[in-house]
């Protein structure tokens, strides 16, 4: 995909973005950080377009943190469900290859 050049709008600025990516993903992009600028400056009683930038970048820095942690928590449960599983696996054939006798006395 060849490199263009997409205009956006973010707080009452407007940049030009070269990417050779989605353009719609690259409006999403804007229209989120757009977003958050403005939910920070309503509740805030500054005018300074960088602080607010600042800021919403320190949002948008968090919710990515919180993102990752949880994704971590979620791949160590999978991998310990993922060990249970294979255990009870191997289990299982190890019973399916033993003879029946051999099953009676191991219980």
Same mark, same amino acid.
């Given at each position: 995909? /060849?490199? %263009?050049?997409?205009?956006?709008?973010?707080?009452? &600025?407007?940049? +030009?973005?070269? +990417? =050779?990516?989605?353009?719609?993903?690259?409006?999403? !992009?804007?229209?989120?950080?757009?977003? $958050?600028?403005?939910?920070? @400056? @309503?509740?805030?009683?500054?005018?300074?377009?960088? $602080?607010?930038?600042? #800021?919403?970048? #320190?949002?948008?820095?968090?919710?990515?943190? &919180? !993102?990752? &942690? /949880? %994704?971590? %928590?979620?791949?160590?449960? !999978?991998?310990?469900? @993922?060990?249970?599983? @294979?255990?009870? #696996? =191997?289990?299982? #054939? $190890?019973?399916?290859?033993?003879?029946? &006798? %051999?099953?009676?006395?191991?219980?």
């Amino acid at each position: 995909m /060849s490199e %263009q050049t997409i205009r956006v709008e973010i707080y009452n &600025q407007t940049y +030009s973005i070269r +990417s =050779d990516g989605d353009n719609e993903y690259i409006l999403e !992009l804007a229209e989120y950080v757009d977003r $958050k600028m403005r939910e920070i @400056s @309503s509740g805030t009683m500054t005018v300074d377009s960088l $602080k607010v930038a600042i #800021l919403a970048a #320190l949002h948008v820095a968090d919710e990515f943190f &919180q !993102l990752k &942690q /949880s %994704q971590a %928590q979620n791949d160590a449960q !999978l991998a310990a469900r @993922s060990t249970e599983c @294979s255990e009870m #696996l =191997d289990r299982i #054939l $190890k019973h399916r290859d033993l003879a029946p &006798q %051999q099953i009676e006395t191991e219980q």
